[in-house]
């Protein structure tokens, strides 16, 4: 939503000093789809923090050359034109090392024009079962006669690329019988949900928009503003896709997208069960080439150590002395897909080029720095071990500190800190319902990308809001399990003074002198 800087001004001049008012309105005008409410406390606070990662440099040192000017004046400030940067997108291409894919070419080309310098805004979001008009009568037809039971419907043989039966029940996953929310079985009941998020999506306007849970392109083109994205999708059959979605004009084609087979993996005893694979996308951000890996990686093992199978504790399974031993269930496919995402992650570290790994991690990465990355270990061998390759004997503990071991130089990794403003709702009636996820949804940066534009690397920070009172308790809607969560690259690349840096909130306890 485009903000006049007046107007802007005059609303945050009760709160802010005319310095802040100068970043904030100015921030504001200049770029309107950063998707911060101005009104609210919460959002104020951030964008008066971050302001200076948002603006470019030519217009940062006009907005300081002119901080104690009156509120008529910034208008002014705000209207010259932003610096424009040049040259063409950069094109993918197999990256050695990388983990294995296929090309891939779902969606119309874009513009293919050159992207204008400044801050590049990453947005993921999971959208919880988000269908097409077209998917969505698929599933409803096969699912209604079998009275929503996705194990009938599995033996009646519900084609795979249909979503569970059992999904958009309005029930807490945990306890079917508890009803949270309106259950999404109708057209007209889902078009509520296809518009909350349209509505999100309308006032969010990000750059790059990295989805999850998704049944084809057009899911994704229901929720936003028609002609303006261009959406990939890998050409893979799974009722929960990832795709990209890319504003046009950022240069970025059919041809910059590689879908990442390696990271499905099947359950043996239930082939039908599959992870779902990653898609790489090529842009390039202040004219230097940046990949980005959309993943939504096995669910269920948010917290256990990887490799630990259930019943035992750590001292237990050390004392047995069987690296043998595997985990069950969902921690044993995540560790299948961690050698996958590991070799993906050197590539781009051997390659020496910028990346981010962002999406729906069903991990909560901040435990995993609690941890070490390998079990049996102290922490010397621990981090010792994880810089070499992953075998059948790897005993993994902490995704985050295998894949983030330094080996080779550049894959040291960075965890955007997350701020998510969402709460529990009382319903009524000793209901009370959840909001979003807030610890699942991620960008894990690459060293070189972490350090660039910022001169601490933990001042990344990742902000969401839920989808307010209006999206929660039974009889509404609600639009989806997680929050959209945004990160914004600053659009400069060298390193600024110290004074000029948001509050570093990211990434967890600085790691320990002389450790990367």
């Known amino acids: 939503m485009h903000i006049d800087c007046r107007l802007a001004c005059v609303a945050l001049l009760w709160a802010l000093p ?186 969010l306007g990000s750059d790059i928009y990295a989805f999850q849970e998704v049944s084809d392109a057009d899911a994704v083109r229901r929720i936003l503003p028609a002609g303006a994205y261009d959406v990939f999708v890998p050409d893979l059959v799974h009722p929960q896709n990832v795709a990209f979605a890319v504003k046009r004009g950022l240069g970025v084609s059919a041809t910059d997208l590689r879908t990442v087979e390696d990271l499905v993996v099947c359950d043996l005893d239930n082939p039908r069960h599959c992870t779902r694979p990653g898609l790489e996308l090529s842009v390039t951000h202040n004219g230097r080439p940046l990949r980005l890996l959309n993943v939504h990686l096995k669910s269920g093992c948010r917290r256990d150590p990887v490799n630990l199978p259930r019943g035992l504790s750590e001292q237990q399974y050390c004392a047995l002395g069987r690296p043998d031993l595997t985990p069950g269930g969902a921690c044993a496919m995540l560790r299948a897909q961690v050698p996958a995402l590991e070799a993906w992650i050197d590539g781009q570290a051997a390659a020496d080029l910028s990346f981010i790994v962002l999406g729906d991690f069903n991990r909560d990465l901040f435990g995993d720095l609690r941890r070490e990355a390998r079990l049996c270990l102290d922490r010397a061998a621990s981090r010792s071990a994880a810089r070499e390759p992953i075998t059948g004997d790897t005993r993994i503990e902490s995704l985050f500190r295998e894949i983030s071991d330094g080996s080779p130089a550049g894959a040291d990794l960075w965890i955007a800190g997350l701020e998510i403003d969402t709460r529990k709702r009382n319903c009524g009636g000793g209901l009370t319902v959840f909001g979003c996820h807030d610890e699942i949804d991620h960008f894990v940066l690459g060293d070189r990308l972490a350090r660039s534009g910022v001169e601490d690397r933990r001042a990344h920070l990742a902000t969401g809001r839920d989808y307010g009172d209006e999206g929660y308790c039974p009889g509404n809607a609600k639009p989806s399990d997680h929050c959209p969560v945004t990160l914004v690259l600053p659009a400069v690349t060298q390193a600024q003074p110290t004074a000029t840096l948001a509050t570093p909130l990211a990434a967890g306890p600085a790691p320990p002198a002389g450790e990367p």
């Open 18 to 203: 005319v310095a802040a008012q100068a970043r904030v309105a100015c921030n504001l005008a200049a770029y309107p789809g950063i998707g911060y409410d101005p009104v609210r406390e919460h959002a104020v606070s951030v964008l008066t923090d971050s302001a200076r990662q948002h603006v470019a440099d030519a217009r940062w040192r006009q907005i300081e050359a002119n901080l104690d000017a009156p509120c008529a004046a910034i208008p002014d400030l705000c209207s010259g034109a932003a610096p424009t940067g040049s040259g063409p997108s950069t094109t993918a291409a197999p990256t050695p090392g990388a983990a294995g894919g296929v090309p891939m070419a779902s969606g119309p080309a874009s513009t293919g024009a050159t992207r204008r310098a400044g801050p590049l805004e990453l947005t993921t979001w999971n959208l919880e079962h988000m269908m097409s008009e077209a998917a969505f009568a698929e599933w409803a037809a096969f699912c209604e006669p079998h009275d929503w039971d996705d194990a009938a419907a599995v033996l009646a043989g519900k084609p795979r690329h249909l979503t569970y039966c059992n999904a958009h029940a309005g029930a807490f996953h945990k306890t079917p019988d508890r009803i949270e929310s309106l259950p999404l079985r109708t057209p007209e009941a889902f078009q509520l949900k296809v518009d909350a998020l349209a509505a999100r999506a309308a006032e």
